[in-house]
C-alpha cells in the first residue's frame, strides 16, 4: 500500500533528525537553523511563484512575498555594507553560475584556485566555469604556506601575462583569508574581472571577523547561506557596482539560472538575516576561535594538523592529513561508524588523481559553534577524534553522551519561542 510506503519515509525522516541529534557534526559545509526558521518553514511560501522583483512581479498575489524579499535584500546590504544585493538563487552554486555566465567569456582564460589547493570543482571543467569556457588556469601556490596560500607574486606576473578574463577566488577548502587587495590593481590594470566566492565564509565575512573582499577590490561577492552563515540553503550575491552595471548579474540570476526563487526558503531567511544581525558578530568570532582551539588540541593530541607555520586556521576549518592511519576515505568513514561526521579531502601536494581517496581530513566547527560547545568542548573533540583515529577505540558511546547535552541552537531568539 502506498501509505505503507509513506509511513516508512516518514520513519526514515525520523532516523535522520534522531541520528544527526547523536552525532558531533564537522561537515564544513553544512549548519543547522535555529528553532524559530525551522517552524516558518513548510508555510504557504512554498506553494508559491513569483518571478522578477519585488513590486514588478509576473505574477499577482505576491504581496506578502514581496515584503519578505524586500526585507531580506536590504537586510543582506546592511549586513554586507554593499549597495547591491540579489537574495534571488536558491543555492550558492546557482548564484555562481549567474556571475560566471557574465564574466566568463570563452575566448580569454579565467584563473581559479586549484581543486588540490582548494578550489571548488564549479569552478573547473566538470563544473559551472566550465560550461562556458574550457581555457582555465589554477592560480599558483605558496610553497612556502604548504600550497595553502596564494603565491602572490607569481599570481600578479601570470595575471600580467595571461590577462585573463576574470579571476575567481574563494575556495572550499580555506584556511586563510585570499589576496584580494594585492590582485585587485592588476585586475584593473588589465580589466580582469575579480570574483569572490565567499560560499564557505560568507558568515565569517558577515560577522566582521575574516575580510571584507568588496572594500579590498572583488567587484562581485557571491555567497551560501548555510555554511557559516546559519540560514536555510539558498545563495546571495552582493556587491557595490552601479545599478546599470549590476543589472547583467541581476539578468544572469532571472531569467538565467533560475525562474521562481524558492520562496519558503526565503521566506524562512527573513528570520535568519535577523538572527545574524543579533549574534553574527558574537557567533562568527567563536567559530574562528574554536577553529583554533580544536586545531591546536588535535596536535596535542599527535594528529598532523596542516598549516601549523601559519597558525592552522584563520577560518572555521582544520585541515588534518590521515595519511599514515589509512587515508581520508577509510578514516572518514570509521569516524562516522562513530557519530563523528567529516568529509575526506584532498591536500595541495597531492595528484588529482586521489580525489577519491585523498590524504586528508576538512573538519569544519560552525555546527557545533552553534550548539553552544567552546574552548573545553573542541578539546573533549579532539580526544573523541584521536581515540578514534590514532587508538582505534570505539568511541560512539561516549560520542552520543557527549553531544546529549548540546541539543539547543543558541545565537538565536528561540529563547522564549
Not at 580589466?191 to 560577522?207: E, M, N, P, R
Not at 579590498?216 to 545599478?243: P, W, Y
Request: proline share 3%.
Amino acid at each position: 500500500m502506498s501509505l505503507n510506503k509513506v509511513q516508512e519515509i516518514e520513519r526514515t525522516i525520523d532516523a535522520q533528525n534522531q541520528w544527526r541529534s547523536h552525532c558531533i557534526n564537522l561537515i564544513a559545509s553544512e549548519n543547522v537553523v535555529s528553532g524559530r526558521v525551522r517552524k516558518a518553514l513548510g508555510s504557504d511560501f512554498g506553494h508559491r511563484y513569483a518571478e522578477g522583483h519585488p513590486g514588478a512581479r509576473y505574477y499577482e498575489g505576491t504581496k506578502y512575498i514581496d515584503e519578505l524579499e524586500a526585507h531580506v535584500q536590504a537586510s543582506v546590504k546592511e549586513i554586507f555594507g554593499c549597495e547591491q544585493a540579489d537574495v534571488r538563487a536558491y543555492s550558492g552554486n546557482v548564484a555562481n553560475e549567474a556571475v560566471f555566465s557574465r564574466i566568463v567569456k570563452a575566448d580569454r582564460p579565467v584563473m581559479v584556485n586549484s581543486t588540490p589547493g582548494g578550489g571548488h570543482i564549479s569552478h573547473h571543467k566538470l563544473g559551472s566555469v566550465g560550461k562556458f569556457s574550457k581555457n582555465i588556469v589554477d592560480l599558483p601556490r605558496d610553497e612556502s604556506k604548504a600550497g595553502y596560500a596564494m603565491d602572490v607574486p607569481k599570481a600578479v606576473e601570470m595575471i600580467e601575462e595571461i590577462k585573463p578574463a576574470a579571476v575567481i577566488l574563494g575556495k572550499s577548502m580555506i584556511l586563510l583569508p585570499e589576496p584580494v587587495a594585492e590582485l585587485a590593481d592588476v585586475c584593473r590594470k588589465h580589466d580582469v574581472f575579480l570574483h569572490y566566492d565567499a560560499a564557505h565564509v560568507f558568515g565569517l565575512i558577515a560577522g566582521g571577523q575574516f575580510q571584507k573582499p568588496l572594500d579590498e577590490g572583488a567587484l562581485i561577492m557571491s555567497g551560501s547561506t548555510h555554511k557559516t552563515f546559519f540560514g536555510t540553503q539558498r545563495g546571495v550575491i552582493c556587491s557595490n557596482l552601479s545599478d546599470e552595471d549590476f543589472r547583467r548579474f541581476d539578468r544572469g540570476v532571472f531569467p538565467g539560472s533560475t525562474s521562481n526563487h524558492h520562496l519558503d526558503t526565503l521566506a524562512s531567511m527573513a528570520i535568519v538575516v535577523e538572527e545574524f544581525k543579533a549574534f553574527g558578530k558574537d557567533y562568527a568570532k567563536a567559530v574562528i576561535d574554536n577553529a583554533k582551539h580544536l586545531a591546536h588540541a588535535l596536535k596535542a593530541e599527535g594528529m598532523d594538523v596542516q598549516g601549523e607555520m601559519f597558525g592552522f586556521t584563520e577560518s572555521h576549518q582544520v585541515i588534518v592529513s590521515v595519511k599514515e592511519q589509512g587515508g581520508g576515505k577509510d578514516v572518514s568513514r570509521k569516524m562516522n561508524d562513530n557519530n563523528i561526521v567529516c568529509n575526506m579531502n584532498m591536500l595541495p601536494h597531492e595528484p588529482r588523481k586521489n580525489a577519491t581517496n585523498p590524504e586528508g581530513l576538512r573538519l569544519g566547527v560552525q555546527e557545533m559553534t552553534r550548539f553552544g560547545m567552546g574552548e573545553a568542548e573542541m578539546k573533549t573533540i579532539a580526544k573523541l577524534i584521536a581515540d578514534c583515529v590514532m587508538r582505534d577505540k570505539n568511541v560512539k558511546g561516549d560520542v552520543e553522551a557527549f553531544r546529549n547535552d548540546f541539543q539547543v541552537v543558541k545565537y538565536s531568539f528561540d529563547e522564549g519561542a
